[in-house]
T-cell receptor, first 118, second 109 residues
Framework: DSGVTQTPKHLITATGQRVTLRCSPR?????VYWYQQSLDQGLQFLIH???????AKGNILERFSAQQFPDLHSELNLSSLELGDSALYFC?????????????????FGEGSWLTVV | GQQVMQIPQYQHVQEGEDFTTYCNSS?????IQWYKQRPGGHPVFLIQ?????EVKKQKRLTFQFGEAKKNSSLHITATQTTDVGTYFC?????????FGAGTTVTVRA
């Protein structure tokens, strides 16, 4: 158990709908990362939040948005869903994230949220 | 933007043999990390390398960070069935941890 909690574990929804994925980081971790993993694909970086502020954006679609709340949990909102959005969405957390030279900035992954768009 | 490339994509290994997976970044990295994802599981942190030319060992696994901090390798000796999974390298730069496509390892007993 990594200490990162993601809900829901599985979600099936129709095209055009909107869903929210939730992530609770490990206790004390200030950084939250979101990744998308499609079938036979690697881990695509979506977005990184550090202590409530957006730190970096990856290949995140405009239909997707995220935020990190004062209690440090994070939500990833996916709207106008398409079939191609079906994937495993991972949340990860780390203690640090404020320095590009951070040593020991281990990232811990949650078990992921399986999204199926039909 | 930063790209991390990893080869080979698939590695079929006879039990007991050695193999190496390689990782290359388009930009200089502040550090590089390696993760292992078992089938049906989530990525699990293995190790982080920070210094130029750094070499670290974990039992049968040897990790190396290139002198220019743009490439890395993972060498596994005497492969066992427990080594099955996908090994990802990830480069950290500008607050982004970008993953390679991974090397999926299968082992023939």
């Amino acid at each position: 158990d990594s200490g990162v909690t993601q809900t829901p574990k599985h979600l099936i929804t129709a095209t055009g709908q909107r869903v929210t994925l939730r992530c609770s980081p490990r206790s004390g971790d200030l950084s939250v990362y979101w990744y998308q993993q499609s079938l036979d694909q690697g881990l695509q970086f979506l977005i990184h939040y550090y202590n409530g502020e957006e730190r970096a954006k990856g290949n995140i679609l405009e239909r997707f948005s995220a935020q990190q709340f004062p209690d440090l949990h994070s939500e990833l909102n996916l709207s106008s869903l398409e079939l191609g959005d079906s994937a495993l969405y991972f949340c990860a957390s780390s203690a640090l994230g404020g320095s590009a030279l951070s040593y020991g900035n281990t990232i811990y992954f949650g078990e992921g949220s399986w999204l199926t768009v039909v | 933007g930063q790209q991390v490339m990893q080869i080979p994509q698939y590695q079929h290994v006879q039990e007991g043999e050695d193999f190496t997976t390689y990782c290359n970044s388009s930009t200089t990295l502040s550090n590089i990390q390696w993760y292992k994802q078992r089938p049906g599981g989530h990525p699990v942190f293995l190790i982080q390398l920070v210094k130029s030319g750094e070499v670290k060992k974990q039992k049968r696994l040897t990790f190396q960070f290139g002198e220019a901090k743009k490439n890395s390798s993972l060498h596994i000796t005497a492969t066992q069935t427990t080594d099955v999974g996908t090994y990802f390298c990830a480069g950290y730069s500008d607050y982004k941890l970008s993953f390679g496509a991974g090397t999926t390892v299968t082992v023939r007993a």
